[in-house]
């Protein structure tokens, strides 16, 4: 079982940077792929970013190549998401998830075995 708590989140404005926490506990962290989700109101949950347990596959969606950064530090058990350049169409809540064949960065969120509670991010223009 891991446990994932994310923190961060916040009220920016457009152009600015947030950088997003997932704190994971339970089993070894360092073997499982970790990614990033977010839901606005009324759509569903889509993909934002994921890496393989060794960082070597790392993948992006497309809205946010070249603005966000997915990393982790696995003496800490975190896992981070930097956001530079938000815009108001960032705006949700932020979940953060594990996948415990951490062999590959996948972007289906049914792939994903534990999810943190989410943490919202709203950016105004």
């Known amino acids: 079982q891991v446990q994932l708590v994310e923190s961060g989140g916040g009220l920016v404005q457009a152009g600015d940077s947030l950088r997003l926490s997932c704190a994971a506990s339970g089993r070894t962290f360092s073997n499982y792929a970790m990614g990033w989700f977010r839901q606005a109101p009324g759509k569903e949950r889509e993909f934002v970013a994921a890496?393989?347990?060794?960082?070597?596959?790392?993948v992006y969606s497309d809205s946010v190549k070249g603005r966000f950064t997915i990393s982790r530090d696995n003496a800490k058990n975190t896992v981070y998401l930097q956001m530079n350049s938000l815009k108001p169409e960032d705006t949700a809540t932020y979940y953060c998830?594990?996948?415990?064949?951490?062999?590959?960065?996948?972007?289906?969120?049914?792939?994903?075995?534990?999810w943190g509670q989410g943490t919202q991010v709203t950016v105004s223009s």
């Open positions: 998830a594990a996948r415990n064949r951490g062999g590959l960065a996948v972007r289906n969120r049914e792939l994903y075995n534990y």
């Open positions: 890496f393989s347990w060794s960082g070597s596959s790392t």
